[in-house]
């Protein structure tokens, strides 16, 4: 059985504006959505668990009420891994794998969820992005984490707020689609430290402690138009004029 958790507990800071980050509208649609209809379309779980602020729970649940949708309440705003955790008492003991998706990521295809399931072998697995420039509707990707290789294999992400000018300049970029073993994911997010610029519980830290224990993380990649994300209403905008591309 299998899980999936939506983050939607970040304020947006960046969005100049009053109203949460993912009920931002696309088409006259709020973009976490497009998100869970994909999740829906995608069988892999109902409901789906979203990740919500004290603040922002009320304005969410109202706006989804036609959905079947259960809330986890991140308490404090200490970073994505904190969020996942926030949400582990929701989860029922015959959950197998734990798929997170980011509510400001709104045209993920039900193809692209499953293929993640399906490619799915070892405690961890992700999907990746690769552009050849920042230029253009990809100037969205340039803020995101930077994956980092061993070989062909992933080593860890660093996130941009983190990384250095030479770090900056690879082109392969997360993403945020995650499938984790449940078990693997909750012995090990309790060990997350935030050592960090953002002074916060990054999920994205688990991809190094897994190549640390030497598993082998599965990837597949996603198309860029797919996987473009929302961060300020610059991004918005660029989301906005891809969204014709996606049929939901």
């Known amino acids: 059985m299998n899980k999936v958790i939506i983050l939607a507990a970040g304020k947006g800071k960046r969005m100049n504006s009053d109203i949460p980050k993912v009920l931002s509208p ?34 969410i649940s ?48 039900e193809s692209s969820i499953n293929r993640l ?22 100037k969205n990707f340039y803020y995101w984490g930077r994956i980092i290789k061993n070989g062909n294999e992933i080593k860890e992400i660093i996130e941009f707020k983190d990384a250095g000018d030479s770090i900056k300049e690879i ?7 995650f499938c984790f073993n449940k078990k693997w994911l909750f012995e090990n997010i309790i060990n997350l430290k935030n050592n960090n610029n953002q002074s916060e519980y990054y999920l994205t830290d688990l991809i190094k402690i897994a190549f640390n224990q030497k598993i082998v993380i599965g990837f597949s990649q996603v198309e860029p138009e797919e996987a473009v994300g929302v961060n300020s209403p610059e991004e918005l905008e660029v989301a906005r004029s891809l969204a014709d591309k996606f049929i939901f």
């Open 26 to 59: 696309i088409n006259g649609r709020p973009m976490i959505e497009y998100l869970i209809n994909s999740v829906i379309k995608s069988k892999v779980d109902l409901p789906p668990i979203v990740v919500v602020s004290p603040d922002n729970h009320k304005l």
């Open 62 to 109: 109202e706006s989804l009420n036609n959905y079947d949708i259960q809330y986890a309440i991140q308490t404090e705003q200490l970073g994505t891994g904190h969020a996942v955790l926030s949400a582990k008492e929701l989860i029922e003991d015959n959950v197998e794998n734990i798929i997170v998706l980011y509510g400001d990521h709104p045209f993920y295809k």
């Open 117 to 138: 399931i399906e490619n799915h072998k070892s405690e961890v697995s992700m999907m990746t992005v690769n552009v050849n420039d920042f230029e253009d509707w990809r």
């Open 171 to 177: 082109k392969d970029v997360n993403p945020a689609l």
